[in-house]
């Protein structure tokens, strides 16, 4: 069975950095084609990719978001961790980790999103 | 914005046909893929590929594209499909980044 579940903090304040880690079961990143990746939607709004970690290490950013947005793996730990910086209470919403399907843009996946709300 | 546009709401009555469709140049070079969403939910793959369904997606559910439009079509709509519609793809930059459309609001009559 594969699993993926979000972790880190609810609240952040302003122009705090944001960490967030996605563990995941059933499956490695250390196989080929596989990968992972980030996905937020503020409440009430539409889904929005972020960034995504493949098997070899390669990273694909949002365009709009890359300069904030670092994806990393830990393959031992099955674990992917997503930091975001200068947070603003724009960036409130729910973040998902997803996989990816091999050879498609689809995320077949998803973790079960973790809520975090950016103010002072 | 998105650089995959839907339309924000459609409705059907229950039993009938519907088609929600996504536009974007990217689809005229990769398919789309669809997802269900309900309230406090995660988004659920129902469509992916040319026409493809996870397992324990009904067939009701189907994929279809033609130049740059992807639609999904919901044949026999029932009181359980009420739910946003995204749809996602690569973008048309060649980067393989990914992204998503605005979303469909689908309330079943």
């Known amino acids: 069975q594969i699993t993926l579940k979000e972790s880190g903090p609810t609240l952040v304040k302003p122009t705090q950095t944001l960490t967030l880690t996605c563990t995941f079961s059933?499956?490695?990143?250390?196989?080929?084609?596989?990968?992972v990746g980030w996905i937020r939607q503020p409440p009430g709004k539409a889904l929005e990719w972020l960034a995504l970690?493949?098997?070899?290490?390669?990273?694909r950013y949002s365009p709009s978001l890359k300069s904030r947005l670092t994806i990393t793996k830990d393959t031992s730990k099955n674990q992917v961790v997503l930091t975001m910086t200068n947070m603003d209470p724009v960036d409130t919403a729910t973040y998902y980790c997803?996989?990816?399907?091999?050879?498609?843009?689809?995320?077949?996946?998803w973790g079960q999103g973790t809520m975090v709300t950016v103010s002072s | 914005s998105s650089e995959l546009t839907q339309d924000p709401a459609v409705s059907v009555a229950l039993g009938q046909t519907v088609r929600i469709t996504c536009q974007g140049d990217?689809?005229?070079?990769?398919?789309a893929s669809w997802y269900q969403q309900k309230p406090g939910q995660a988004p659920v793959l129902v469509i992916y590929?040319?026409?493809n369904r996870p397992s324990g997606i009904p067939d009701r559910f189907s994929g279809s594209s033609s130049g740059n439009t992807a639609s999904l079509t919901i044949t026999g709509a029932q009181a359980e499909d009420e739910a946003d519609y995204y749809c996602?793809?690569?973008?048309?930059?060649?980067?393989?980044?990914?992204?998503f459309g605005g979303g469909t609001k689908l309330t079943v009559l």
């Open positions: 997803a996989r990816p399907m091999i050879g498609f843009a689809a995320f077949d996946i």
């Open positions: 059933g499956f490695s990143l250390s196989t080929s084609g596989v990968g």
């Open positions: 970690i493949y098997w070899d290490d390669d990273k």
């Open positions: 990217s689809l005229r070079s990769y398919y």
């Open positions: 590929g040319k026409n």
């Open positions: 996602n793809s690569r973008d048309s930059s060649g980067n393989l980044y990914v992204v």
